[in-house]
């Protein structure tokens, strides 16, 4: 018997006392051949996929399309408009059948201070059958200068500035639509990174288990465990076995969403790369503050808002006023009946026309309405302030919480280690338990697993604290592709 228990001994101590044994990959092997037939992809990788093919990020390109066009509509105001009329009649009367033709092309032009200019050159024609019995042409130029409502550059050019100013929200929330894009994917990478480690950690943990089984035989065999004993291991076994097809499905799952997020094909055999060790990054609360005030969408288009609240209350008190107009026109006319020689005309004239309403209460209460919602956004600026100072303040609390949590799971899983390697070495020489020996290596899979969890929500907390600040893109380096958004 001494000789066996001897051997016996040696193999303990060759299975736990190593610790080399704690670090076993177990699957090993399947993470080779998975590797082979697998694509990995980094996280880099999976963003600059994640902008090429996301629906979200491909349907905010294309409705930059109509948004650049209503910037360009807006920019054109004060270029020359060519209106072309014309018609073509063929009628009959008592006497004969008749033809008349009219034709009437009409430049205008508004000015940025609201003079309106139009040049028009207008010409009639009708026949009685092959004989002509009226020709009318005429030019006419005519200018309208408001004095009161509509009058001023700042009132005239008040839509364009509109315009310029909802260009620039819809840049910054296609900027928000990719940061916020770029953290889902980072997100959804990272879940996809806890799986698989997880899954991980569980293999090597049922490798362990598998083995402390085959000891346990080894000295049931030897006459030094009960049979009985060994129970425990078979169930931790079987507790393993299924907590790996559990892991293997969640590892599943989330490769699943995340390719859905790339909108690749659900089929393709996706492998994501290791975790990396996480560092830690400084970050002073005073400095993201005022960088996000520079940089961050929601609060960047809630003053631009405030802008447009000004535009519009003054629109709408230009509305109040009396329509007093200068008016001035030449007309130029030359016509010939049937059997009339050819008339000359000229008109020429200047003046003022002026339209008072009387009783119409609409402009009131537009002004009413643009004065309330001004004083509203003014409130929700406010508002939007104390939020991103808070969101600041909570993101990069979290992540200096998030590190602190980290250091401590990683100082706890090292001592969980040094733990269950010290009562293998107890075992090895009949000083502790099977039981207790289970016990500790669920404690270090939990260590682990903890320290992993740790080491992600770190680095998530970076992500989301880019987010609230604004500076998703920047860190990333990406830069907006507005030619994207050009249709075919």
């Not at 008749?98 to 003079?115: I, S």
């Not at 005519?142 to 009161?148: D, E, H, K, M, N």
């Not at 309405?369 to 909570?394: G, P």
């Amino acid at each position: 018997m001494m000789p066996n228990a001897r051997r016996l001994r040696i193999l303990l101590l060759l299975l736990f006392a190593c610790p080399v044994f704690a670090q076993l990959p177990g699957n090993a092997g399947i993470t080779h051949r998975a590797s082979e037939q697998s694509i990995t992809l980094t996280l880099s990788d999976a963003i600059a996929l994640g902008l090429r093919n996301n629906r979200s990020v491909k349907s905010a390109y294309l409705q930059r399309v109509a948004q650049k066009f209503d910037l360009r509509v807006a920019e054109d105001s004060f270029t020359p408009k060519l209106t072309i009329s014309g018609n073509y009649l063929y009628g009959k009367n008592q006497d004969s059948p008749y033809t008349e033709r009219n034709l009437g092309p009409e430049t205008t032009l508004l000015t940025p201070y609201g003079t309106r200019l139009s040049l028009g050159w207008a010409h009639q024609n009708i026949r009685n059958g092959s004989q002509e019995m009226y020709n009318n042409d005429g030019a006419s130029f005519t200018l309208i200068q408001p004095l009161l409502r509509g009058a001023g550059k700042d009132v005239t050019t008040a839509p364009r500035e509109l315009a310029r100013l909802t260009e620039a929200q819809n840049k910054l929330m296609l900027k928000a639509t990719l940061a916020h894009t770029v953290t889902d994917i980072a997100a959804a990478y990272r879940n996809v990174q806890r799986a698989s480690e997880e899954l991980n950690i569980i293999e090597v943990s049922l490798t362990r288990a598998k083995a402390l089984l085959e000891v346990n035989t080894a000295l049931i065999e030897a006459g030094r465990m009960a049979q009985v004993d060994s129970v425990q291991t078979e169930a931790d076994v079987a507790n393993q076995e299924l907590a790996v097809e559990q892991a293997r499905n969640e590892r599943d799952s989330t490769r699943l969403a995340l390719l859905q997020l790339l909108a690749l094909d659900l089929r393709t055999p996706l492998v994501v790369s290791r975790p990396a060790r996480p560092q830690f990054v400084r970050i002073n609360v005073a400095d993201a503050l005022k960088l996000a005030k520079q940089t961050q969408p929601a609060y960047l288009s809630q003053l631009i808002n405030n802008k447009k609240d000004d535009l519009n209350v003054l629109l709408a008190r230009n509305g109040q006023l009396w329509d007093i107009s200068l008016v001035a026109s030449a007309r130029d006319t030359h016509s010939r009946s049937a059997g009339t020689d050819r008339n000359v005309g000229r008109d020429n004239y200047i003046g003022v026309q002026v339209e008072i309403p009387v009783g119409d209460m609409a402009p009131r209460q537009a002004t009413l309405n643009a004065e309330v919602n001004q004083k509203v956004q003014r409130l929700a600026s406010e508002e939007s302030e104390q939020q991103l100072t808070r969101d600041i303040y909570a993101a990069v609390n979290e992540v200096n919480t998030r590190w602190k949590q980290y250091g401590i799971a990683v100082r706890a899983y090292d001592l969980t280690r040094q733990k269950v390697d010290i009562e293998r070495q107890k075992l090895a020489v009949g000083r502790s338990s099977n039981f207790q020996v289970l016990s500790f290596e669920t404690d270090l899979r939990n260590a682990e697993n903890a320290r992993l969890t740790a080491s992600i929500r770190y680095q998530a907390a970076i992500t989301a604290l880019d987010e609230v600040m604004g500076t998703t893109l920047q860190s990333w380096g990406i830069t907006l592709n507005e030619g994207a958004s050009d249709v075919n």
